[in-house]
Each structure stands twice: as C-alpha cells, then as structure tokens.
Nanobody, 119 residues
Framework: QVQLVESGGGLVQAGGSLRLSCAAS????????MGWYRQAPGKQRELVATIDIKSGGSTNYADSVKGRFTISRDNAKNTVYLQMNSLKPEDTAVYYCNARRRMYLPPYWGQGTQVTVSS
C-alpha cells in the first residue's frame, strides 16, 4: 500500500500561482505513472497532468492547463509537484494526486487539497 499526501492548496487571486506537492510513502521510481487530477463541485474528476516515471519523465497535460501548469518530480524526496501559474477561477477544484505502480493495477489516490481561485 502506498500513501499519498497532498499539500500546497489554498486561496489565491486570479493570475496568481500555487505549487502543489504530493509526498509518497514509497519510492516513486517504482511507479509507472504519477499524476494530478481535479474535481470541481458538481463535475467529474478530470486529468490535469501526468508524468511517466518509468519512461524518462515524459509529461502530458490537459488542454485547459497547457502552458500554465508544470508537473515535475524529485525522486530523492519521493515527491511529485504541480506548479500552477496564471490561475483562473475555473481552476478552482479539489486536486488529487494519483500513482500507478503498474498500469494494470488500481491506482493509489491522495486525500486531495483544495485550490480556490478568486476573480
């Protein structure tokens, strides 16, 4: 079992920045893929960004955050980050960290961290 603990959420004005952190209880180099998802009130959970741990760190982003968000990892700290710049009110959501040890296994989820962007 892997525990994921998110931090860094909060309230920020539109145009501002936040950096989310996801600390894993196990070595992230053993994961195939890690990522961030978000869920706004009344909406389905959606993918924000992923990083392919197994294959050299290639990244993938939702169209809505491309050019504004950056996912990265620190293997030594077993932590994945999401740098969010130029935040918009529509980015308001609970952000969840996700880790997949193997793509054919169920993913691990964190408890989520709230991000609120005021206009």
């Amino acid at each position: 079992q892997v525990q994921l603990v998110e931090s860094g959420g909060g309230l920020v004005q539109a145009g501002g920045s936040l950096r989310l952190s996801c600390a894993a209880s196990a070595s992230i180099v053993n994961m195939d893929l890690m990522g961030w998802y978000r869920q706004a009130p009344g909406k389905q959970r959606e993918l924000v960004a992923t990083i392919d741990i197994k294959s050299g760190g290639s990244t993938n982003y939702a169209d809505s955050v491309k050019g504004r968000f950056t996912i990265s990892r620190d293997n030594a700290k077993n932590t994945v980050y999401l740098q969010m710049n130029s935040l918009k009110p529509e980015d308001t959501a609970v952000y969840y960290c996700n880790a997949r040890r193997r793509m054919y296994l169920p993913p691990y989820w964190g408890q989520g961290t709230q991000v609120t962007v005021s206009s």
